[in-house]
């Protein structure tokens, strides 16, 4: 049986951005500051860039078991990523890329999602209740 992690690491929202742009893929048991506008930071055109830039699929994201509630971050790029057990509850992610990824047992409870690309996602026992979905891409 696999062990789960229970402890959360804080990180505030401007050291996940500029550890992105470092190059850092494990955000494992992150606790993201609740609410970080990712969107309104002046370095988020720069990350969506980079990550644009980068091979995802073969070198993703890794936010297994991250806390990123209430996350404001309409229009990320950010596919391929590893997001089981990940909380995204209340995440506005409208117009996100966010296809390929892994979101097994992820809470996506009330979450933005709409215009969202969400194709070829894995979603497999997802908390998606009161989610937005309208318009999502889910094909």
């Not at 009330?110 to 937005?132: F, G, P």
Request: charged share 25%.
């Amino acid at each position: 049986m696999e062990e789960q992690q229970t402890h959360h690491t804080p990180i505030s929202g401007e050291k996940f951005l500029r550890e992105i742009l470092r190059g850092r893929r494990d955000f494992s048991w992150i606790d993201l500051e609740e609410g970080f506008n990712l969107r309104e930071h002046p370095l988020f055109k720069q990350v969506n860039e980079y990550l644009r830039s980068q091979d995802l699929k073969y070198n993703p994201i890794n936010l297994t078991g991250a806390r990123l509630r209430y996350l404001r971050a309409r229009g990320l790029y950010m596919p391929y990523f590893s997001g089981r057990n990940v909380n995204l509850q209340r995440a506005f992610l409208r117009n996100s890329d966010l296809r390929g990824s892994n979101l097994w047992d992820a809470c996506l409870e009330n979450a933005y999602l709409r215009k969202a690309v969400l194709s070829d996602t894995n979603l497999s026992h997802a908390n998606l209740e009161d989610a937005n979905l309208r318009n999502t891409n889910l094909t």
